[in-house]
């Protein structure tokens, strides 16, 4: 258990409201990812970031912004949600081992009507 | 853009019996990392096995296996005495870069068989 959780799990909004998703972990790993992920597109990466207010752009980041004040948290923001966003998004972090495998967060699953 | 293929979209195999999942990845760097996570239907994401670029022998990890071909850049996984449980969608990726940035594959769906 790689002691990361993910706020909230299920989330149903509208087209134009802001959206934001909390990932948190109990375990101080310097690297927090988000990706997204859709049918026929395995998971892509949104943002990550490699530490307290260090954070930069993954394959599919137009709409989103990101935050990260604490080591525990990193926050997904989308500033105008559209429907194009509807996807299930998963936090993961880096172990921190010699392997560096990314452990997954169990997922949100939001719904932009 | 970089690319991981998965051609099977879908796989059967009987139980007990061994299974194979293709992956071929494009990169041009030197070093990186392969991997393979199950996703059951209840959507999780579950890490399987890790290969190193640099890495001399394959990965093992109990009834799984990474058949690491370098200079064909594939990584396929291979699953022994395949169970019940083990019917899921299986992702191939492939880290780069210091973040260790992940891209992954389309993923394979494997349905075990009695």
């Known amino acids: 258990d790689a002691g990361i959780t993910q706020s909230p799990r299920h989330k149903v909004t509208e087209t134009g409201t802001p959206v934001t998703l909390r990932c948190h972990q109990t375990?101080?790993?310097?690297?927090m990812y988000w990706y997204r992920q859709d049918p026929g597109h395995g998971l892509r990466l949104i943002h990550y970031?490699?530490?307290?207010?260090?954070?930069d752009k993954g394959e599919v980041s137009d709409g989103y912004s990101v935050s990260r004040s604490k080591t525990e948290d990193f926050l997904l923001t989308l500033e105008s949600a559209t429907s194009s966003q509807t996807s299930v998004y998963f936090c993961a972090i880096a172990s921190g081992t010699s392997k560096e495998t990314q452990y997954f967060g169990p997922g949100t699953r939001l719904l932009v009507l | 853009a970089q690319k991981i293929t998965q051609t099977q979209p879908g796989m059967f195999v009987q139980e007990k019996e061994a299974v194979t999942l293709d992956c071929t990845y494009d990169t041009s760097d030197p070093s990186y990392g392969l991997f393979w996570y199950k996703q059951p239907s209840s959507g999780e994401m579950i890490f399987l096995i890790y290969?190193?670029?640099?890495?001399?022998q394959n990965a093992t990890e109990g009834r799984y296996s990474l058949n690491f071909q370098k200079a064909r850049k594939s990584a396929n996984l291979v699953i022994s005495a395949s169970q019940l449980g083990d019917s899921a969608m299986y992702f191939c990726a492939r880290s780069t870069g210091t973040a260790s940035k992940l891209t992954f594959g389309t993923g394979t769906r494997l349905q075990v068989t009695l």
């Open positions: 970031s490699y530490g307290v207010k260090d954070t």
């Open positions: 375990e101080n790993h310097r690297y």
């Open positions: 290969q190193g670029s640099y890495d001399q």
